[in-house]
């Protein structure tokens, strides 16, 4: 079992920056591909960046590449995702979650991968 919590979500100026973290309980996080998603109202979940177990593989949408960063420390059992030039558009909740698959070298990029989600951080860009 995972259980994650996300934080460092709020209201930012679009061009500003927030980084969110994913905090992880649970003996199986290392073992875990993480990824974020978020979802914007009236929008299906989409998908925004993953990272497998070890950190040595990344995928990010392309709407995001080259703004957002995702990274995890395994030793202090989280993930992160720093976001920089935030656009209006990058308006959402977003949510963190665990594959459900074990020492996977792939970054899974789909929702029916992901078995374990978090709550949610809500993050706002006004323009």
């Known amino acids: 079992q995972v259980q994650l919590v996300e934080s460092g979500g709020g209201l930012v100026q679009a061009g500003g920056s927030l980084r969110l973290s994913c905090a992880a309980s649970?003996?199986?996080?290392?073992?875990?591909?993480l990824g974020w998603f978020r979802q914007a109202p009236g929008k299906e979940r989409e998908f925004v960046a993953a990272?497998?177990?070890?950190?040595?593989?990344?995928d990010h949408a392309d709407s995001v590449k080259g703004r957002f960063t995702i990274s995890r420390d395994n030793a202090k059992n989280t993930v992160y995702l720093q976001m920089n030039s935030l656009k209006p558009e990058d308006t959402a909740v977003y949510y963190c979650?665990?594959?459900?698959?074990?020492?996977?070298?792939?970054?899974?990029?789909?929702?029916?991968?992901?078995?374990?989600w978090g709550q949610g951080t809500r993050v706002t860009v006004s323009s």
């Open positions: 979650a665990a594959d459900k698959y074990y020492l996977s070298t792939y970054a899974a990029t789909t929702t029916d991968e992901y078995d374990y």
């Open positions: 649970g003996r199986t996080f290392s073992s875990k591909a």
């Open positions: 990272i497998n177990w070890s950190g040595v593989n990344t």
